[in-house]
């Protein structure tokens, strides 16, 4: 938990605060078996105590409606391989979604386009840290 607070200080300390004005703080929701395996919903901690940092209600309003791939290769692919993120309830106007790490940005992509469908007016993001592919 002490690492969690310290990671979230620091998404919380190097956000811009148009960012978080006025938004609600959404977790992107983590795949169930990855959840049950690492035993905490990482995504959702991480959530939670960038909220309270920032002084801005939270929601869980997104939801795994099926597995999250395993490995899709380049972006593009994984793009088109996420699928199964649904709104479970509807969402604030304006969401600051929020996920431990970004990878390809395909599962920020799909949690974005579902909360634009269900309502939201604006989605933003933020994460914990983004891996870098090598050039070489």
Not at 8 to 31: F, K
Not at 57 to 70: D, G, I
């Amino acid at each position: 938990m002490r690492v969690a607070e310290l990671l979230a200080a620091q998404v919380a300390a190097g956000l811009p605060p148009a960012l978080a004005r006025g938004a609600t703080v959404v977790p992107v929701p983590s795949d169930p078996w990855r959840r049950r395996r690492r035993g905490v919903d990482h995504a959702a901690l991480l959530a939670g105590l960038v909220a309270a940092r920032l002084g801005c209600p939270a929601a869980h309003v997104l939801r795994r409606t099926s597995a999250a791939p395993r490995r899709a290769g380049a972006p593009g692919a994984r793009r088109r391989a996420v699928t199964g993120i649904a709104c479970a309830a509807p969402p604030p106007p304006v969401v600051l979604l929020v996920d431990d790490v970004h990878t390809t940005g395909a599962t920020l992509h799909a949690a974005a386009l579902t909360l634009r469908d269900a309502g939201a007016l604006e989605v933003r993001a933020a994460t914990c840290t983004r891996t870098l592919r090598a050039a070489w």
